[in-house]
């Protein structure tokens, strides 16, 4: 490998490691902000299954915002964001490779870079 190569090579990967690290910071942002709707999405679902399989009169969740205002009132707004420690590991990992990795695979793969 020339010493051209090595530098180029170089800033390759820094721009990459940039790149991923700047979209899974985008990414954990989206997560922290979204993680309620998640949760109330998940409470209600699990409500549905339970409402059918016991035959429960009356639901306790209507509604993804009164789901939301439910939770809130209920158990505190803290309440909203259980499980937010896991989503954001997750979310750093799968949306950095995701987001982060699109471009500069898409680059690499690109004909033009390679002559053909």
Not at 12 to 38: E, N
Request: proline content about 3%; charged content about 15%; hydrophobic content about 45%.
């Amino acid at each position: 490998m020339t010493q051209f190569q090595g530098n180029l090579f170089r800033i390759l990967i820094g721009r990459v490691v940039s790149i991923y690290l700047s979209m899974a910071l985008l990414i954990w942002v989206l997560q922290f902000c979204t993680i309620p709707l998640d949760t109330a999405k998940v409470r209600l679902q699990l409500q549905r299954k339970t409402f059918a399989s016991e035959g429960v009169s009356l639901p306790k969740y209507r509604g993804l915002l009164g789901t939301v205002a439910t939770i809130a009132r209920e158990e505190g707004l803290a309440a909203l964001w259980k499980g937010i420690t896991a989503g954001l590991h997750r979310q750093f990992i799968y949306g950095g490779l995701r987001i982060g990795l699109y471009e500069p695979v898409c680059l690499g793969c690109s004909p033009s870079i390679h002559g053909i």
